[in-house]
């Protein structure tokens, strides 16, 4: 059995403004100077209180604004201006590859478990995860945690895993997981520093990407 691990914003869909949006409502709800849209995104993957307390500062009320962004979340992808939006060509690749007799398919993501579902839902890909590995079960990326976790959960060994995602904190994850990573150029940092961070390969596209996982499960 093989693994493949996705990572979820930048990897599989486009949130940039759900995240922008979610930070200029609450920051200005307590009374905090709003984050630029580069500081915001460039933390993306982590877990939201551990953002939270690098762009507010550990005074700031983390617990509360957590709180916020729980309540906002369901309004906020209730818009379509603000939803989460598969990138181009991923729902067939997850199709494609969910439908392989063996390959299993799993998320690492800095969701929490309650906040990840409805999106996976909304876009109808509940069936396609065996494993989803979120902030509430494991410590933030870059801690390996989520990918062992996944490994124990599906019974594949390293060596048969490979784990994509968009941001330094996702090949530092894979590194110290000892997986195999595959970096997307169409995330939040770009491919000079995936690479620097351990990437494995990059693909600039999701054609691209899908030729990379065949040749890194070929291995």
Request: charged share 20%; proline share 5%; with cysteine.
């Amino acid at each position: 059995m093989k693994l493949i691990i996705f990572d979820f914003d930048g990897t599989l869909v486009d949130s940039r403004s759900l995240i922008l949006e979610s930070h200029r409502i609450v920051f200005a709800e307590f009374q905090l100077p709003v984050p630029s849209p580069a500081d915001s995104l460039a933390l993306v993957g982590k877990s939201l209180d551990v953002i939270l307390t690098e762009l507010a500062g550990p005074t700031a009320p983390i617990l509360e604004m957590v709180r916020a962004y729980d309540l906002l979340l369901p309004q906020l992808r209730a818009d379509s201006a603000f939803a989460e939006r598969p990138f181009d060509g991923i729902g067939d690749l997850l199709h494609e590859l969910s439908s392989t007799s063996d390959i299993a398919l799993g998320i690492a993501t800095g969701h929490r478990s309650d906040t990840v579902a409805p999106a996976l839902e909304a876009l109808q890909w509940n069936g396609f995860f065996r494993t989803i590995q979120a902030a509430d079960t494991a410590p933030s990326k870059p801690h390996p945690g989520m990918l062992l976790q996944a490994l124990t959960a599906t019974g594949v060994t390293p060596k048969n895993a490979v784990f994509i995602g968009d941001t330094t904190f996702d090949m530092e994850m894979a590194q110290a997981a000892q997986l195999r990573s595959i970096g997307v150029a169409w995330g939040y940092h770009k491919a000079d520093r995936l690479m620097a961070a351990g990437a494995h390969q990059i693909a600039k596209g999701v054609d691209e990407l899908r030729g990379c996982i065949r040749s890194v499960m070929s291995e």
